[in-house]
């Protein structure tokens, strides 16, 4: 158990519409980040936060959202969703920014969200 | 930004030494090199990093090439439970840049 939890596990809908993935970071990590992984695929990056400010983005759609709240757990929202979008959305936490001169800022994956857009 | 180049998939009996190569040709001077697995159905975990000398954990060994344009991961004696898709990742500007990885077989 890595201390990072994500809900919900499993999610299924349809086109067009619009969902929330949430994460919880592990006690005292400042940073979350999410990831999307589609099928037999490495992860890609989408977007980190630290201490509720958003400080890297990678390769998110303009139709995702995210955001870190005052009590660090973060939303990833996918709006307008199709097919492709279909995929496992990961969410890690670190100690820091990874920024600091702390070089490798392991980072902790929670469980994952498995996404099917019908 | 270049990603790293690993095979595949690879086989390994069990119990036996597992050498896992990675290409990261275009790795900057001040990138280090971090290796994730992760197991089915599971998020990614951490295994090991370096920047230019080989390093060792309770987990594995990292062996970074003199010129750093590729490394390798060691495992000493692999198990069933070290069956995985092994990703080599480059950081740069601390962020994490993901390969494909590469699948490990362990045969019984």
């Known amino acids: 158990d890595s201390g990072v939890t994500q809900t919900p596990k499993h999610l299924i809908t349809a086109t067009g519409q619009r969902v929330t993935l949430r994460c919880s970071p592990r006690?005292?990590?400042?940073?979350v980040y999410w990831y999307q992984q589609s099928l037999d695929q490495g992860l890609q990056f989408l977007i980190q936060y630290y201490n509720g400010e958003e400080r890297a983005k990678g390769n998110i759609l303009e139709r995702f959202s995210a955001q870190q709240f005052p009590d660090l757990h973060s939303e990833l929202n996918l709006s307008s969703l199709e097919l492709g979008d279909s995929a496992l959305y990961f969410c890690a936490s670190s100690v820091d920014s990874g920024t600091s001169g702390r070089r490798n800022n392991e980072q902790f994956f929670g469980p994952g969200t498995r996404l099917t857009v019908l | 930004d270049a990603k790293t180049t690993q095979p595949n998939s690879m086989e390994s009996n069990e119990e036996e030494p597992v050498h896992l190569p990675c290409n990261h040709s275009?790795?900057?001077?001040?990138?280090?090199i971090h290796w994730y697995r992760q197991l089915p159905s599971q998020g990614p975990e951490y295994v090991i990093h370096g920047l230019t000398s080989n390093v060792n954990n309770r987990m594995a060994s990292l062996a970074i090439a003199e010129d750093r344009k590729s490394s390798t991961l060691i495992l000493h004696r692999a198990t069933l439970r070290d069956a995985a898709v092994y990703y080599c990742i480059r950081s740069s500007n601390y962020q994490l840049i993901w390969g494909a990885g590469t699948k490990l077989i362990i045969k019984p």
């Open positions: 006690s005292g990590d400042l940073s």
């Open positions: 275009t790795i900057s001077g001040t990138d280090y």
